[in-house]
Structures are given as C-alpha cells and as structure tokens.
C-alpha cells in the first residue's frame, strides 16, 4: 500500500488543512467499527446520527460539539465483576468522532432503547444565502430625446 506525505503542502496551503487531515484520516484506513451508527437525513437541512449504545446509561454517554466535529463518548462506569458465560454485547469504551459541515448545528441528543439519537440542523446564515438582484433596464438616450421633442 502507498502511503503519500501530504507535509509539504502544509507550507505553501493556508486554510486548506482541514482538507489534507481528511485525506490523511481516509489514507488510514478501516477504523474501529464500535459502536454502529445510522446518518438518516429527515429533511433538505435536518439530519440524525443514531448510534447503538445498548448497555451503556445516558450519564455514561457524553456528546460534545466543537468548532466542525461532533465527539461522542462512552465510558462505562460499572465496575462489578460478573461471571458471563457469553458476552455478546459489548460495553467498552469508546469515541466516535464525525465531521461537520459548515453552518450545521448540534440540536439536541435524546437516549431511547439503547439508541443514541443526535440531532441535526443546517441553518445558513441570511447573509450567507444566495439573493435575487433586480436588472434595472435602463432607457436608450435617443428614446428619451424624441419623448421630450414631442411634447
């Protein structure tokens, strides 16, 4: 597998960072699949990320936003040995990390039957959304002459 230095680039680039750690994170290959998560788009500028946090309560989950990355966390805190004969459903830590788009919008987080439900909402701002100008047409001078020669 080629690996490719993106190094150099980060001295002749200002403001194109964000892009190259994306591409390194993709060079990086398969992550840790734990815990597995739904993105459901419910409308043109609402999203949902859930995630499968069985076992895990909603104070062992924290669920942090900042800047264009949405971090959620899970650390149980139960400590109690038990005897399992098998263990199918796994409680380890984790930290799951997604990029966000520019102007979307942590909403709110809701915990229900083992989901992990994370909304989302994309709210351009008025001054960053595109307008219609009007075309005025202006009048041919020569039209105008021949209006007040008339009168």
Known sequence: MRT???SP????????DYLFNLAEM???GAEDNYPPYNIERLADD???IALAV???????????AEQ?????????????ERDYLYQGISTRRFKRQFSLADYVQVKGAAFD????KVELAREIPEAMKPRRIAINAAQPKTLRQIESAAA
């Open 4 to 6: 490719y230095d993106f």
């Open 9 to 16: 680039l980060f001295r002749s680039s200002i403001g194109f």
């Open 26 to 28: 993709a060079q990086r």
């Open 46 to 48: 609402r999203y949902q």
């Open 54 to 64: 069985a076992g895990f309560s909603p104070d062992e989950i924290s669920v942090t």
């Open 68 to 80: 264009n990355v949405l971090t959620i966390e899970g650390n149980k805190l139960e400590k109690a």
């Open 113 to 116: 039957n083992g989901l992990l």
